[in-house]
Structures are given as structure tokens and as C-alpha cells.
């Protein structure tokens, strides 16, 4: 069946539908990782996007459930150059086709991925529509390509309710925790006892305790302070931190999420009140971008992002390189930074943008990047241990 995508400028490109056979509007961005479209599918940073995958050929290993970020798809639309619909891995459970129509995603297949990503380079990020009506009307397309907006997808994506993640005690102990292993509860997480019985593993053991508020947490966050012994309590998005604090845990994480972070007004009116507190605090992507809201930095919207696994971004204190994965389009402005308040930590070294800061007079420091994403692939991992030490009372 044939396919279409429109893009807001009036581009558009034709090739075949794949997965739901569903019309759809949103934002459309690219990734130019080269492996990983499992996770990169069930990262629910992309809810309110499609995502156009730079690299060729896509779903050749299938979609092995293990390695999800969450229960579920998040992006409104896949776009890919050359579709394998016959995968061929031994850990394969459902093929990206089946995936996808089981979860209601469309895609298309057999356009010019090259074409469309250098497109949104030049011109920056576009609205689009995938759709496989032949018959479309592009003077009623696009004025609701210009008009979409991604609105408020955190309370699209964060947990309904509070649950606990026990951490391991030793990993000879309970094993390696592989993939979502932690990832469980809340309807965030609906099916996935019945799908996915390896990602609901109980692990028993004590340890710090983190407070997690999840915008969008990818399931790699819990089990990355699992494994280091962390009992893990994550909260809904629009949890009170006079609720947080009360739980008086060790440390607070804020996650990665979607969409603009000044859509977040009353999320950052509650994390003004944690930086306010003695807690340590490290946030992750939209985490990073929350607290300098609520700090009285500023933020704006990149031209195209950065969406991929393979971002370098120096630590400006040890001049070290590490390679990130990345998945957002807004940015701390650091123009607009107070330095008795906050300073640049990491910097990108492709644009120069900011890539973390680290707050002054406080235990907090916050990551633009994914230290629990593996592209090094434990390149930046240790900020979890920085993390920990910081709960320790450690000098940093």
C-alpha cells in the first residue's frame, strides 16, 4: 500500500505504509543512531514525534522486548529508507511490523531518508502528516501541519501512581539485571507482566534510597541505581515535593521526558522547592532543562536537536571526551546563567550548547545527555557513582 509524508513546507515524499494503518499529524525529527531502534521506539522523550532513522536498514534483528525502554511505543510515526520485515536474531520476539501494528504506530518505508533529514537541517524541525490517502487535499493539510504542537506530553507518558524498585544487593547475587528488568507498575507499564515477564524481576536488597519523578523515565534509569544497590521510588510527574521530601529520601533524580520544558510550569514551581532543600539532586535530559527553569535560567528551541548515539560532549573539568546518546531539541541557554548559581559542567563539542551544569553551593548537577544509554558504551555511566557519592556525604 502506498504511503505519504507531508511535510509542513509542502515536501512530500511517497512510499509504503508499514505497521497501523492510521493518519497521523506530529513533529518530525531524525535519529541518526545506527543501532537501537528498539529502545529508541519505547523512549517516551519522542512522545508527540515521528522519527525519520538516518541509518538504511531498519528491523533486521526484530524487536526483542527485553531490550524496551517501556512497555510501550511512544512516537506517533516511524520513517525508514529500507524496511527488514523478515528479522533474523535468536532474541527476536515480534517483528517491527507486527510491533508496531500491535501498538497502533503507522510507518512508511522507501523514501529518501538522506533527503528528508537533510531537509530538516536546512529548514529545521517540521510538522508532518503520514497518511496513505492517495487523495489528499494539500490546502487542507497543511495550515493543520503549521498549527500542530506537541502541548503537554508529560502527563502523557509519567506513571499514574508511586511504586518501589528494590535494589540488588550484589549482582553475583541476583544476576545481571538485562534490559527493563526494573521497569514495572502503573498504568505506564500496563501489559507488561503479561508480555514481558523478565522485565518485572523482583530484586531485593537496601541501600540509598532515590526518589525518581518521572517525566518520561526510560526503564535504564531505575535499573542503572538498581544495580548499584539503590532502592528506587518513582513518582508521578506532578508529585507536591512537599510530598518528596516528606519520604526524606537520599537523593531525588529528575528523568529524561518529551516535549518543551516551558510547558512544565507547575512541575517547575515544585522543583524551585527541591532545589530549595539539602537533598541531592541529579537530573537527566528534560530533568537538566527543568531545574535551570527553575533556577531562573533560560531554555529555547534547537533548530533540528540533538537525536542519536553518538554525541560527543566534553567534561569541562577534566577535559575528557565521552560519546552520549542525546535525544532532545531544546537546550539550556547558558547566556542567561547565574554562576552563584549554576556553571557549565559539559559541553557539546559538534555546536558548543550545553550539555550539563553543575549548581553551586548545592549537591545537584545535571546531564543534557543519557549516562544511562550505552554508545561507549559506559562511557559516562560513573555519573551514577558521582551520584552516589554525593549521597554518601562524599566530597565531589
Same mark, same amino acid.
Given at each position: ?7 509542513? $513546507? ?16 506530529? =513533529?518530525?525529527?531524525?535519529? +541518526? ?20 532513522m538516518t541509518y538504511p536498514l531498519i528491523g533486521n534483528y ?26 533474523? *536474531? ?11 501494528? =500491535? ?23 517540521? *510538522? ?8 489528499? %487535499?494539500? %490546502?487542507?493539510?497543511?495550515?493543520? @501541519? ?5 502541548? /503537554? ?33 502503573? /498504568? ?17 536488597? +537496601? ?12 526503564? *535504564? ?38 516535549? $518543551? ?7 517547575? /514551581?515544585?522543583?524551585? #522547592?527541591?532545589y530549595e532543600t539539602d537533598i541531592p539532586i541529579f537530573a537527566?535530559? @528534560? ?27 566534553? $567534561? ?10 542525546? *535525544? ?9 546563567? $547565574? ?26 548537577? +545535571? ?10 558504551? #559506559? ?18
Open positions: 500500500m502506498k504511503a505519504f509524508l507531508i511535510l509542513e $513546507d509542502g515536501t512530500v515524499f511517497e512510499g509504503t505504509h508499514f505497521g497501523a494503518e492510521k493518519e497521523i499529524i506530529s =513533529e518530525i525529527v531524525f535519529n +541518526t543512531s545506527m543501532a537501537g531502534y528498539s529502545e529508541v521506539l519505547t523512549d517516551p522523550s519522542y512522545a508527540g514525534q515521528a522519527v525519520c526484530g524487536v526483542c522486548r527485553d531490550d524496551m525502554e517501556s512497555a510501550i511505543p511512544w512516537p506517533d510515526g516511524f520513517i525508514v529508507r529500507e524496511l527488514s520485515r523478515i528479522p533474523s *536474531n535468536f532474541r527476536c520476539d515480534v517483528s517491527i511490523q507486527d510491533f508496531l501494528c =500491535e501498538y497502533g504506530v503507522p510507518g512508511i518505508a522507501g523514501i529518501d531518508t538522506r533527503a528528508l533529514t537533510k531537509i530538516l537541517r536546512e529548514k529545521g524541525t517540521m *510538522n508532518g502528516m503520514i497518511t496513505t490517502n492517495e487523495a489528499y %487535499d494539500p %490546502d487542507e493539510i497543511l495550515p493543520k @501541519l503549521r498549527a500542530y504542537r506537541t502541548g /503537554d506530553v508529560v502527563s502523557k507518558v509519567t506513571c499514574d501512581e508511586i511504586y518501589t524498585i528494590k535494589g540488588a544487593t550484589s549482582l553475583a547475587e541476583n544476576g545481571p539485571i538485562s534490559g527493563s528488568a526494573v521497569f514495572v507498575a502503573g /498504568d505506564y507499564q500496563k501489559g507488561m507482566r503479561e508480555k514481558c515477564p523478565s522485565m518485572v524481576r523482583n530484586l531485593s536488597g +537496601t541501600g540509598k534510597r532515590v526518589a525518581l519523578l518521572d517525566f518520561g523515565a526510560k526503564a *535504564n534509569i531505575p535499573r542503572s541505581l538498581a544495580m548499584r544497590g539503590c532502592d528506587v521510588t518513582v513518582y508521578p510527574a506532578h508529585t507536591s515535593a512537599e510530598r518528596i521530601i516528606q519520604d526524606a529520601p537520599d537523593g531525588i533524580m529528575l528523568s529524561n521526558g518529551p516535549g $518543551d520544558p516551558k510547558d512544565c510550569g507547575p512541575i517547575i /514551581d515544585e522543583i524551585r #522547592q527541591l537527566i535530559c @528534560l530533568g537538566h532543562q527543568l531545574m535551570a527553569l527553575a533556577t531562573g535560567a533560560d531554555t529555547h528551541k534547537m533548530k533540528y536537536g540533538h537525536r542519536g548515539g553518538n554525541h560527543p560532549v566534553k $567534561d569541562l573539568a577534566t577535559g575528557r571526551v565521552y560519546i552520549s546518546s542525546q *535525544n532532545h531539541g531544546y537546550v539550556v541557554d547558558t547566556d542567561r546563567l $547565574d554562576p552563584s548559581i549554576a556553571v557549565p559542567a559539559f559541553v557539546n563539542v559538534n555546536d558548543g550548547t550545553n550539555e550539563g551544569l553543575v549548581y553551586t553551593g548545592k549537591n545537584i548537577f +545535571t546531564v543534557q545527555f543519557h549516562p544511562e544509554a550505552c554508545p561507549g558504551p #559506559q562511557d559516562s555511566g560513573y555519573l551514577f557513582d558521582r551520584f552516589i557519592a554525593m549521597m554518601n556525604g562524599e566530597v565531589q
